[in-house]
């Protein structure tokens, strides 16, 4: 079974400064993705980053940019300048990469406030 | 990408009352998820609507508490029966175009049962 662990619930940021999340996961798996979600409190989940496991290069999307270590089965995420949108709930989650298993296992996830 | 629309947004139901929730996407998809998130906490998978077929449901999940059904490749019910207070949740449709992995998700429907 896999399991997505985010051990800090709650988190802060100054506006304009850097911040990172921390996930880990436990997997036999050899082959998966990894992402992370953001949530808003409109609730719509929103795609942030998307990591391929068999890539050793860490995936960065603008601001956003992840640190990928598959030994250690760790995945966070830095937020880079941070904007008072980003205030939400995040969500880090596993997927099998596999035919017809696309459901994602999510961590319990981080609230993150942006303070001006 | 996918546009996902759910309906309805929000509910209030009373208990022993069922309610359905629908998801329509704007684009054929061949995979269809219904995840639960209680409050305060994390996403949950239901199941795996499968068009032409019953629903997988994970375990914990069963067809006669959450029945759903997927006619065709744009369209998806699930059914929340003989509701209790326990089932006061967001109820979020996702699906998966396959290609890279990633899912999309509606915006939620959001039950309080009471």
């Known amino acids: 079974a896999q399991t997505v662990t985010q051990s800090q619930p709650e988190m802060s940021v100054q506006e304009a400064e850097t911040v990172t999340l921390s996930c880990t996961y436990d997997?036999?798996?050899?082959?998966?993705?990894l992402f992370w979600y953001k949530q808003p409190p409109s609730r719509q989940m929103i795609l942030v980053i998307r990591?391929?496991?068999?890539?050793?290069q860490n995936a960065t999307e603008n601001r956003f940019s992840v640190n990928f270590q598959k030994a250690a089965k760790s995945f966070s995420l830095k937020i880079s300048d941070s904007q008072l949108g980003d205030t939400a709930m995040y969500f880090c989650?596993?997927?099998?990469?596999?035919?017809?298993?696309?459901?994602?296992?999510f961590g319990t996830g981080t609230r993150l406030t942006v303070i001006p | 990408s996918a546009v996902i629309s759910q309906k309805p947004s929000r509910d209030i139901c009373q208990r022993g009352t069922s309610l359905t929730i629908q998801c329509q996407v704007d684009?054929?998809?061949?995979?269809m998820f219904w995840y639960r998130q209680q409050p305060g906490q994390s996403l949950t998978l239901i199941a795996t609507?499968?068009?032409?077929?019953?629903?997988?449901?994970e375990s914990g999940f069963v067809i006669d508490k959450f029945p759903i059904s997927r006619p065709n490749l744009t369209f998806s019910t699930l059914t929340v029966s003989n509701m209790s207070p326990e089932d006061s949740s967001i109820y979020l449709c996702?699906?998966?175009?396959?290609?890279?992995?990633?899912?999309?998700f509606g915006e939620g429907s959001r039950l309080t049962v009471l």
């Open positions: 989650a596993f997927m099998k990469h596999q035919t017809g298993a696309n459901n994602l296992f």
């Open positions: 684009s054929q998809v061949t995979m």
């Open positions: 996702s699906v998966g175009t396959g290609g890279t992995g990633e899912l999309f």
């Open positions: 997997t036999s798996e050899n082959n998966y993705y």
């Open positions: 609507a499968n068009q032409g077929s019953e629903a997988t449901y």
């Open positions: 990591q391929e496991a068999y890539k050793q």
